[in-house]
């Protein structure tokens, strides 16, 4: 009977729409990222486990910083977050910005593609502070699994880590240590977007809340492209589009955030799937917003603190500042937030900007 020209005709018209259903499951993906091995994942799965199982049977876990804590408490340390796959560049520049710092405020771990032969310094703060690393690749997951290793690294290697800033090479300090550190546990007025609801506490030096100061987008135009960059239903049921956000993978987040983050399985399952469009496919500028807005959407500020000129952005990359565009005007410039104080820190700078930076760095940088 398939010798009926209508029956034939008919049948292919049926079978096109379940072609196209079934395409993306056929016809493997275009893209050329290479997927995050098994191995890899079960590496990172019981690193993730150790960290939040050590963190949430520790009785000092100063995830209660979260929740209330005095200022006057010397333990809290910000964990400074390094995801690199180059040198770091401006190394000397960070340390001078932690000179005179004792090293009971703050930590540092360095994440570097081990693919690259990347100079290790031999002094200074970042000597011995790299951790077991894996490959990254741009358009794909593995940028996710580095800050999420980042932070498991961070979270398990001292609990007294309660603040946690990503930062790239191409990042640079915009004030002092002092200040940052001020900004983050002590200034009541820092986060001009969420007064303190109990100004007798501020009185006293103690913040009620921290929150994490993390970029949450949710009218992007470009959001749809991304959110289907993996097939129209590929991230349902446990992201609908209404609850997808795009934001910067340069923020700071409390240790109950980073815990969220290492903990959080369904949400990795959707966004560790390789894209079709490589074009669209940022996942670290979706997984982190777009998870901590379904887990405690009021506990972030929904901007970060790291400055970025996206004006003339070419092929998803950010304004590279140059040597000669390096003035003191410029870093005030850069400072200028309509949601906090200050930012903290700006990105991106070419390599050949350490001298510049380096020559205004006392007079102006850290000068606050
Ligand atoms: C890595 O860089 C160092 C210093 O530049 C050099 O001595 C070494 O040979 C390099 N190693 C590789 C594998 O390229
Ligand atoms: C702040 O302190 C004053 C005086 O001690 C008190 O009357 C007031 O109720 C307190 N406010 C809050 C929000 O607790
Ligand atoms: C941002 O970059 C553009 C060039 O794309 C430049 O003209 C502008 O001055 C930069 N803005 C700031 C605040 O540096
Ligand atoms: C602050 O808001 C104004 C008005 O919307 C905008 O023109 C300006 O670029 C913003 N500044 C920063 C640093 O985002």
Known sequence: MFSSPFVLAFSLLLSLPILFFLAPRIFPPSHTSVPISLDDELDDLSLFNRAASQSSSNPSNPSRVSHISSSKNPKLKIAFLFLTNSDLHFAPLWDRFFLGSSTNLYNIYVHADPAVNVTRPST???????????????ASPTLVSATRRLLATALLDDPANAYFAVLSQFCVPLHSFKYVYRS???SPSF????PESDPNLSRLGIRVRYKSFIEIISNE????????????????PDVPFEKFRVGSQFFTLTRRHALVVIK????????????????????????FPTLLTMADLDGCTKYTLTRVNWTGTVNGHPYTYRPTEISPEL?????ESNYSESYLFARKFSPDCLQPLMRIAKSVIFRD
């Open 184 to 186: 983050l546990f002590v």
């Open 221 to 236: 135009p470009r959001l749809w492209k991304r959110y289907v960059a993996r097939g129209r239903y590929a991230m349902m």
């Open 331 to 335: 870093i005030h410039r850069l400072k």
């Open 191 to 194: 986060d001009s977007t969420s």
């Open 124 to 138: 200074g703060v970042f000597q011995g502070r790299f951790i077991a690393a894996k490959r990254t690749y741009r």
């Open 264 to 287: 959080d399985r369904s949400l990795w399952r959707k966004f560790k799937m390789p894209c079709y469009r490589e074009d669209e496919c940022y996942p670290e500028e979706h997984y």
